[in-house]
C-alpha cells in the first residue's frame, strides 16, 4: 500500500515545469562540463534543510526511474519526502547504495565515498550522482582542479566538508571511469566535480 502523502506540507514547484526545467538543466550541464565554475540556479520554493539549487536540480533531474536516498538530515525535515515525491515521482529508498541520486543536507556528515554506487566496468554509469549542500562555494582559491573542461588548471572554494575529503576524492578519481560525481550547492549556486577531475587541496 502506498504511503498517503501529507499534502498539506508541499510547496508549490516550478512555475514552467518544461521550459524552467530545461533551463535548470542546462545550467547543470554547464557546471559538468566546466568544472570550477559555479553556477547559478533558478530561485524555487524548497523546504527546510533544502537549500533552492538543490532543490531545483532534484526538480530537473529526478523522476520516476530514479533512486533517490536522503542524509538523515532531509529525513528529519517536515514535508521534505512529501515534495520530493509529489513533484518528482522518485522512489526514495534506505540504502545509499542502491541510489540513482543521493541528497545530502549536512555536508559535515557527508558518508564515505564508497558507501555510495560506484558502477562497473562494464556499466559506469550506473553509479550514484552525490547533491551535497556546502556552507560556502565560489571560483577561485581553496581546491586546484585538474581534468576534462578544464582548459590548464581551475580553483574552486568550497567550505563545509570533512578534512578527510580530499583524501576521499583521490580514491574515487583512480577508479575512473567508475566513481560517484557530486553536485556541491549552496544557496542558488551550483559547481560540479565530476569523478574525471583530479583534485588539490
Known amino acids: ?17 518544461v521550459l524552467d526545467a530545461q533551463r535548470i538543466f542546462r545550467s547543470v550541464l554547464a557546471a559538468i562540463s566546466r568544472p570550477g565554475t559555479v553556477q547559478a540556479l533558478e530561485s524555487v520554493p524548497t ?15 529526478l ?11 532531509a529525513c528529519a525535515g517536515r514535508g521534505v519526502r512529501e515534495h520530493l ?39 559506469p554509469e550506473r553509479s550514484t550522482t552525490l547533491i551535497v549542500q556546502v556552507s560556502g562555494l565560489e571560483s ?9 573542461g578544464i582548459p590548464a588548471t581551475a ?5 563545509g566538508l570533512a578534512e578527510s575529503f580530499p583524501a576521499q576524492w583521490r580514491t574515487n578519481h583512480a ?5 560517484v560525481d557530486l553536485l556541491l550547492t549552496c544557496g542558488n549556486r551550483i559547481a560540479a566535480l565530476p569523478r574525471s577531475v583530479e583534485l588539490e587541496a
Open 175 to 179: 577508479l575512473h571511469p567508475r566513481g
Open 47 to 61: 523546504p527546510v534543510p533544502l537549500n533552492p539549487a538543490s532543490m531545483a536540480v532534484c526538480l530537473a533531474l
Open 155 to 159: 580553483h574552486l572554494g568550497v567550505q
Open 63 to 73: 523522476d520516476y526511474d530514479t533512486p533517490l536516498w536522503l542524509d538523515p538530515a
Open 85 to 123: 515525491r509529489f513533484h518528482c515521482g522518485c522512489p526514495l529508498v534506505e540504502q545509499p547504495a542502491r541510489a540513482a541520486f543521493a541528497l545530502v543536507t549536512d555536508s559535515s556528515a557527508l558518508p564515505e565515498l564508497e558507501a555510495f554506487a560506484r558502477g562497473s566496468d562494464e556499466y
Open 1 to 17: 500500500m502506498n504511503e498517503r502523502l501529507d499534502t498539506a506540507a508541499i510547496l508549490p514547484g516550478l512555475q514552467d515545469p
Open 140 to 148: 577561485g582559491g581553496g581546491w586546484r582542479l585538474r581534468g576534462p
